[in-house]
C-alpha cells in the first residue's frame, strides 16, 4: 500500500479537475486521449470539471479505493414538503428515459406540455444538490417559485446582484458562466432550463466548468441558427427523450387565433417619421454618388467620424421609435381591453418605454428586467389569483415564463423570431375550459412591422391557425 | 470599469489599438472634458437620462466622436456619482398601491360609451385621492427607481478634465483586454508589485528568465491549458491598473476579435498611461530606503538593483528586495525583514526553506530575535538601520565560499 499521500490525487480547480500522483505514461493509458493536458504552471494534469462523472468512474476502476478523491461530494438534500402533481404518460416517459441514459441527457418538450414538471421529479427522485440554470432572471425567479411550491425548499439564488448559495440554486446563465469556477462542485445534480441558450462561446463554459455528473436540459426549441446544439450531447448529454411541437396542439394546448390590427401614424408622428425618411434617403443618395454600394453598415462606420451620419442614424432610431410608440397603439389597446374586459390579458411591449407608457396610460403592472423579486411575484400572483387583469412585459417574458391563464395576448412591438414568437404563443396557449385564446398583433400600417408580423405567421408555430384582420 | 459594449479598438494588421484621446490630436477633448464634468457639477437632482442627453449634446457638432465614446464617458461619470436610489422600494409600493387600485376600475377609457366603463382622468383623480398625493406627482413617481429616471445626488467627480481623459484612456485599455486570452509581461523592475497583483487578480503565473534582471512571465487562469477562453479577460482588466503604476515593463496580450481572429495589444511603461494606483511605494520600508541611499548604486564591486529577480516554484514567488551583482559574477540576493509577527517569520522561513539552493542573505531586526538566539550564517543583525560595513562582509564571505566551491568542482561541471 503506497502512503497516502503519493497515492493518485483528483481535485477540483476554479472549473477544472486536477490530476497528480501517476506517471504520463499512465495517464495516457487510463484516459481516452484530448482529456487531460499537462499543467507544467502547477506540477499537474488538467481537465474540464465536465469529465468528472467519467474520470471518478475510471480510477475507481482502475485503482479501487488506493486513490484520493479531493472533489468535494454535494450534501444529499432532503426535500421539506414535497407536493408535486403525479406526472402525465408523456411526462413520466420523459423521466423515465433520461433515468435510463445514466441521468444525463435532453428531454425536448413544447412550452406548456410540463417540463419544469419533470425535473422537478428528477430532484425528488434523485435528492440531488441542484444547481438550476435559466436564461433569465424572470425565470430564475420562477424555478425559485416552482421549487419552493413543489419541493418545499427556499432554494438560493445567484444572479439579479444577489449571491446566495445553497445547496439548491437557481442562477441564470451569465452569472453561471460568472460564477461556475467557484461553485462548479458543489452540486450533483444540473438542470439546463431552455438549454439552446447553453452553447453560445462563452455560456457553454458553464456546462465545462460544472462537475456535477447528473445532467439535464430541457428545451421546447433545441435548434439553433449557428448550428451548435449538436455541443449539447457534449455540454449536456443525448437527447434522451423528444416530443414534437406539431404531436402536442390539440392535445395539451387549445386552437388559438391570431389577429392583426393595423394602425396608422397620427399625422405629427407621420409628418416626422416621412422628415426622418427623407433625411435618411437624402444622406445615403449623398453617399451613393462616391461610393454605389453604400448602406447601413457604412453609415454606422461612419458615425464617429461625420455628424452628417451621425444626424441619419439618430433619424432612423427616431423611426424606429416612432414605430414603437405609435399613440394609436393606445387607442387599439383600449379597444381590446374594452372587447376583452373580465379576460386576463397579457401586453407585450416592444421597449421598457413603451411597457411603461401602457402602464401609466392604463394603469396596470408591468414586469420589466428590472422589476425585483418583491414586485415580481406580487404582480404575477396578482394576475394568476385575478386581482390584475392585465400586465405588461417586455422581451423578458418571452421565454418559458410562466403566466397561468391568459386567454389575450396583444403584441403592441418588438422583434421578429420563430422562437420568440412559438414562445410568446405558449404563454396564451394554455389549456384552461374551452375559451378560445386569441394573439392580437398591433403593427403599423406599410412599415417594417408588417414584415416581422409575416415573418412570425410563416412560422410552423402559426401553421393551421386562423387570421382574422379587423 | 466600463464594460465591453463601450469598447472602441482598431484593428490593424493584427496589432489591436485601443481608444485614446491624446494631447496632441485630442486637445479639444480637454474643453469637452470640462464641460461633461460641468454638466455633472450643476446637474444635482437630474435624471441620469437628462445628463446623459446633456453629454451627447455637447458632441453635436463634433466630426470625431464615436457613439460609444459618449456612452463611456456618461458611465465614467456615473461611476463617479451617487443617483438617488429606492432602498425600500417606494415605488414599487406606490405602484402596487395604485395599481390594485385602479385594477376593479379596469379598463380605463377616454370616452366612455357604456354604462359601468371608467373614464380615465376622473378615475386617476380618485385615485390621487386615494393616495394623497396629486396625480402628476404620483405619475412623477411611479417609475421614479428605473436607471433612466434616477436623480443625481452628488458627483464625487475627477479632479480635473485631464484626470477624466486618462480615466478614459485606462478604461478604454481595460475594456480591450476583456477580450484577452492571454497575457505576457518582460519586467526588470517592481516583480513584487506585479505578482502580487496579478494573484490578487486570481490569475495564474508562469516565470522564465530571459537574462540577467528580466523575466518573462506569462499570465493566464486555469482553464487556459485547457483551451483558448476569454473568461479571464476581466482578471487581466482588473491587475492592468497596478502593471501600469510600475516601472521597467512591456506587455503583450493575445485578444480574441469580433471577427474570431486573434490580435495582440502591445503595451509598455513608455506608453505613458496614468494609472488610478499610485506607484508602488518607491521601497516597502524607511529600513530600506535608508539602506539604499547609504549604499549606493554601486560599491566594492557589488551592483545593487531592486526587486529584480524572482524565485519561483510552481505558483510560489519570492521576489527579494534586493539583488546584488559581483562583477565576476556572483549573484546573492538580500532580503530585509522588517515588519514583523510571529506569523510572518514563519511563513518567511518556509519560503526561504524552498528556495534554500539559492544565496540568501537576511536582515533581521534586533527586537524579533529571542533572547541569546544566534542569528546563524548569512543573516544580518540590525538595530534602526542596516551599516554597509556587515552587509558587505557577508557578502565577501559568501562570494569567498562560491569561488571556492568552484575550484574545488570538477572541471566542466557548471552547475553552480
Not at chain 1, 268 to 288: K, M, N, P, V, W
Not at chain 2, 157 to 175: H, I, K
Not at chain 2, 211 to 219: L, Q, R
Request: glycine share 6%.
Amino acid at each position: 500500500m503506497q502512503p497516502a499521500n503519493t497515492l493518485p490525487r483528483l481535485s477540483f480547480d476554479r472549473g477544472t479537475l486536477l490530476f497528480s500522483g501517476v506517471s504520463p505514461q499512465e495517464v495516457r493509458g487510463i484516459f481516452a486521449p484530448g482529456i487531460w493536458t499537462w499543467d507544467g504552471r502547477v506540477g499537474a494534469w488538467r481537465a474540464d470539471a465536465l469529465h468528472y462523472a467519467a474520470a471518478r468512474n475510471t480510477l475507481s476502476g482502475r485503482f479501487g479505493t488506493a486513490w484520493r478523491n479531493e472533489v468535494p461530494d454535494p450534501p444529499p438534500v432532503r426535500w421539506p414538503k414535497v407536493g408535486l402533481p403525479s406526472l402525465r404518460p408523456e411526462q413520466a416517459e420523459a423521466l423515465a428515459a433520461w433515468r435510463e441514459a445514466s441521468r444525463r441527457g435532453q428531454v425536448i418538450m413544447p412550452t406548456g406540455t410540463g417540463k419544469t414538471e419533470v425535473a422537478l421529479a428528477a430532484m425528488a427522485e434523485t435528492g440531488a444538490a441542484t444547481l438550476v440554470v435559466a436564461p433569465i432572471r424572470d425565470l430564475m425567479y420562477q424555478w425559485h417559485r416552482r421549487i419552493l411550491s413543489g419541493l418545499g425548499y427556499d432554494a438560493g439564488i445567484v444572479g439579479d446582484n444577489l449571491y446566495n448559495l445553497q445547496p439548491v440554486t437557481v442562477t441564470t446563465y451569465d452569472s453561471a458562466y460568472i460564477h461556475m469556477g467557484e461553485i462548479g462542485a458543489r452540486f450533483g445534480l444540473v438542470v439546463f432550463d431552455e438549454e439552446h441558450h447553453l452553447p453560445g462561446p462563452c455560456r457553454r463554459e458553464a456546462a465545462m466548468m460544472c462537475a456535477a455528473p447528473m445532467r439535464l436540459g430541457l428545451t421546447a426549441t433545441p435548434e439553433r441558427w449557428d448550428g451548435r446544439h449538436v455541443d449539447l450531447d457534449h455540454l449536456v448529454g443525448p437527447v434522451v427523450y423528444a416530443m414534437p411541437f406539431q404531436e402536442a396542439r390539440g392535445r395539451t394546448l387549445a386552437e388559438f387565433d391570431v389577429v392583426r390590427v393595423p394602425v396608422a401614424l397620427q399625422p405629427d408622428e407621420q409628418a416626422t417619421y416621412d422628415a426622418c425618411s427623407r433625411q435618411i434617403r437624402h444622406f445615403i443618395a449623398l453617399r451613393r454618388r462616391g461610393a454605389p454600394g453604400y448602406g447601413w453598415k457604412d453609415l454606422c462606420a461612419e458615425s464617429g467620424a461625420d455628424p452628417a451620419a451621425r444626424q441619419a442614424q439618430k433619424a432612423y432610431f427616431l423611426k424606429q421609435s416612432i414605430e414603437d410608440r405609435a399613440a394609436e397603439k393606445l387607442r387599439v389597446l383600449e379597444d381590446l381591453f374594452r372587447l376583452h374586459t373580465g379576460q386576463r390579458a397579457i401586453v407585450f411591449a416592444g421597449s421598457n418605454a413603451m411597457a411603461m407608457e401602457v402602464s401609466r396610460r392604463f394603469l396596470v403592472p408591468t414586469i420589466l428586467s428590472h422589476t425585483r423579486k418583491r414586485e415580481r411575484l406580487a404582480v404575477l400572483d396578482g394576475f394568476s389569483e385575478g386581482r390584475f387583469p392585465v400586465i405588461v412585459a417586455n422581451r423578458v417574458l418571452d421565454e418559458g415564463v410562466d403566466v397561468p391563464e391568459a386567454k389575450v395576448a396583444v403584441v403592441i412591438g418588438g422583434q421578429a423570431s420563430t422562437r420568440q414568437a412559438k414562445q410568446r404563443l405558449g404563454r396564451i396557449l394554455r389549456r384552461t375550459g374551452n375559451v378560445q385564446a386569441v394573439l392580437y398583433e398591433v403593427v403599423c400600417e406599410t412599415i417594417k412591422e408588417i414584415e416581422r408580423s409575416r415573418t412570425r405567421r410563416r412560422s410552423d408555430a402559426y401553421e393551421r391557425t386562423r387570421h382574422r384582420r379587423i | 470599469m466600463l464594460t465591453s459594449e463601450h469598447a472602441i479598438v482598431e484593428y490593424d494588421c493584427g496589432r489591436a489599438v485601443p481608444d485614446r484621446l491624446e494631447r496632441k490630436g485630442h486637445a479639444h477633448y480637454v474643453a469637452f472634458a470640462e464641460r461633461m464634468l460641468a454638466v455633472y457639477r450643476s446637474g444635482i437632482g437630474r435624471e441620469r437620462r437628462t445628463l446623459h442627453r446633456q453629454v451627447e449634446a455637447l458632441f453635436a457638432d463634433e466630426p470625431d466622436c464615436p457613439v460609444r465614446r459618449i456612452r463611456a464617458f456618461c458611465k465614467l461619470l456615473d461611476d463617479a456619482s451617487t443617483y438617488q436610489d429606492d432602498p425600500k422600494g417606494e415605488a414599487a409600493k406606490l405602484r402596487l398601491r395604485v395599481f390594485t387600485a385602479a385594477a376593479p376600475l379596469h379598463p380605463l377609457v377616454r370616452q366612455k360609451d357604456r354604462l359601468f366603463e371608467h373614464e380615465e382622468a376622473e378615475t386617476k383623480a380618485a385615485i390621487a385621492a386615494e393616495v394623497g398625493m396629486a396625480w402628476d406627482d404620483i405619475d412623477r413617481r411611479l417609475y421614479a427607481d428605473v436607471m433612466a429616471f434616477q436623480r443625481l445626488n452628488s458627483f464625487q467627480g475627477y479632479p480635473d478634465a485631464v484626470a477624466l481623459l486618462s480615466r478614459y484612456n485606462v478604461a478604454q485599455l481595460q475594456a480591450c483586454l476583456y477580450a484577452a486570452e492571454r497575457m505576457t509581461v518582460t519586467a526588470t523592475q517592481d516583480l513584487k508589485t506585479i505578482l502580487r497583483y496579478a494573484k490578487l487578480a486570481r490569475l495564474l503565473h508562469d516565470i522564465r528568465r530571459a537574462g540577467p534582471s528580466e523575466c518573462v512571465i506569462d499570465f493566464s487562469g486555469p482553464a487556459s491549458v485547457l483551451r483558448e477562453t476569454r473568461r479571464y479577460g476581466v482578471n487581466f482588466a482588473r491587475f492592468l491598473p497596478a502593471l501600469l503604476a510600475c516601472k521597467g515593463w512591456k506587455m503583450t496580450a493575445t485578444l480574441q476579435t469580433p471577427w474570431k481572429t486573434r490580435a495582440v495589444l502591445v503595451l509598455s511603461d513608455r506608453d505613458r498611461y496614468t494609472s488610478a494606483l499610485p506607484p508602488p511605494d518607491e521601497f516597502d520600508s524607511t529600513v530600506e530606503e535608508g539602506f539604499a541611499t547609504k549604499f549606493g548604486p554601486e560599491r566594492d564591486g557589488w551592483r545593487l538593483e531592486r526587486e529584480s529577480e524572482v524565485l519561483a516554484d510552481g505558483q510560489t514567488v519570492f521576489v527579494p528586495d534586493f539583488v546584488f551583482r559581483h562583477e565576476d559574477g556572483t549573484m546573492a540576493f538580500f532580503e530585509i525583514v522588517g515588519f514583523w509577527t510571529p506569523e510572518y517569520l514563519a511563513k518567511k522561513r518556509e519560503t526561504l526553506r524552498q528556495f534554500r539552493g539559492h544565496h540568501i542573505l537576511l536582515a533581521v531586526p534586533e527586537r524579533s530575535l529571542r533572547e541569546g538566539a544566534e542569528p546563524g550564517e548569512n543573516v544580518v543583525v540590525y538595530k534602526t538601520a542596516i551599516k554597509i560595513e556587515p552587509v558587505l562582509e557577508a557578502l565577501d564571505a559568501l562570494r569567498a565560499r562560491r569561488l571556492r566551491d568552484q575550484a574545488l568542482k570538477p572541471p566542466g561541471d557548471s552547475s553552480a
